[in-house]
């Protein structure tokens, strides 16, 4: 057994997701391998079925990167259930960059990911990426809840 198939589901899935945004494209068989062929991906940007339209849209994000890394900060895998919080630093080919904090729910059957729904505040990314916008855009939602 190699290292990259060494571990647990989620800890296979976190060196391959770190390995994809990394070395990109020629990483992106490995990390599909850990999916079913019916995967049912979403996030609060899109939403996709099957492991070839999740091939393309991650095809398409690291095609869109100037410069991408991302750090699983926490797992934790339970009764078929993969919880992960990351931060990724992403720059895009043109504009700033941009940082997210996120979570991954993952499901699991049969050792593949039929399941997966990635949360990350998209507007509190895009205030990063602007001096001064990030703390106005804190003030704000103090301000609301």
């Keep these: 057994m190699s290292p ?9 899935w976190s ?5 994809l945004f990394r070395e990109r494209e020629p990483a992106l068989p490995a990390f599909l391998s ?6 049912q991906f979403q996030d609060p940007l899109q939403r996709v079925s099957g492991v070839a339209a999740y091939a393309e ?3 398409r994000f690291l095609a869109r990167a ?5 750090t699983v900060e926490e797992l934790a895998e339970q009764d078929g259930r993969i919880f992960a919080s990351w931060r990724l630093k992403f720059a895009p080919r043109i504009g700033p960059e941009l940082t997210l904090e996120g979570v991954s729910h993952l499901r699991v059957r049969e050792g593949r990911i039929v399941y997966q729904r ?3 505040d998209t507007a509190g990314g895009l205030a990063s990426a602007v001096p001064g916008l990030s703390s106005l855009y804190r003030a704000v939602l103090t301000r609301v809840t």
């Design 34 to 39: 850990l999916y079913d062929e019916h995967i």
């Design 66 to 70: 100037r410069r991408l890394d991302i």
């Design 15 to 19: 060196r391959a997701l770190e390995t």
């Design 57 to 59: 849209l991650n095809r």
């Design 118 to 120: 990635d949360h990350f």
């Design 4 to 12: 990259s198939e060494e571990g647990t589901l989620g800890q296979r």
